[in-house]
């Protein structure tokens, strides 16, 4: 699992893990990290951020391919364009989800190119991917139950804030903010704060954290 963002890391990891499918062999939050990761355990699979701090997505995995020919390489990304699509296919990736597809979809994928290891993402027509992925996130959207303002909330908890500091930067009281929480938690039925975040990136309610550069079982 590559991916810079610690949380998108930490949240598909713990998706994975529970599953009997699959079994996580490795993680990393940059691209070097990930090839050498990659030629140690000699992963079935690997999920690859498109943006990363020291390199593309797509140049590693043309390196992880290069170094272990049979692996599928499924592509991780905010962006979803017919431009990043083709980037993916001539890197040789097997699959390409977006993060606001959500984790269900992201496990699809790695099913498929694990039960067949001859796919390949160029088999496929671009704009026909970006068609498929822009009606999954449009049907996530339409049944997504939490208001604009509580995604806001959510975006400000994702990036740190104190519920003392969102209460200032959207003009309601601290208790207001608490309130807010609460009911989000009961909405996404999770326990704490930090499973907040996790569900709500996982399930596409909030995105990511900004990526640097904006402009199964199978072993993962």
């Known amino acids: 699992m590559v991916d810079d963002h610690e949380v998108v ?30 030629r ?63 984790i269900a979809k992201l496990k699809e994928t790695l099913l498929q190119v694990a039960s067949d290891r001859r796919i390949r993402l160029a ?3 671009a704009s026909a991917i970006v068609h498929r992925l822009d009606g999954v996130m449009s049907r996530r959207t339409e049944r997504q139950v939490v208001t604009p303002h509580q995604r806001r909330v959510l975006e400000l908890v994702a990036a740190g804030l104190t519920n003392g500091q969102i209460g200032d930067r959207l003009c309601i009281s601290e208790s207001t903010v608490r309130f807010h929480i609460q009911k989000l938690k009961r909405t996404l039925a999770v326990p704490s704060r930090t ?3 996790v569900k709500a990136m996982q399930d596409g309610t909030i995105p990511p954290a900004p990526e640097d550069g904006e402009l199964p079982a199978q072993a993962v």
Do not use: W
């Open 9 to 38: 890391r930490n949240g598909v990891v713990a998706s994975l893990s529970a599953m009997t499918q699959f079994r996580v062999v490795g993680v990393a939050g940059n691209g070097t990290d990930a090839i050498a990761i990659a």
């Open 123 to 125: 088999d496929q027509s």
């Open 195 to 197: 499973a907040l975040v």
């Open 40 to 102: 140690r355990t000699r992963p079935d699979a690997a999920i690859v951020d498109l943006r990363l701090p020291d390199m593309t997505g797509q140049a590693v995995c043309r390196r992880l391919i290069e170094d272990s020919p049979d692996i599928a390489v499924v592509m991780l990304t905010t962006y979803l364009s017919d431009d990043t699509v083709r980037s993916a296919q001539l890197a040789g990736a097997a699959g390409y989800v977006t993060k606001a597809a959500g």
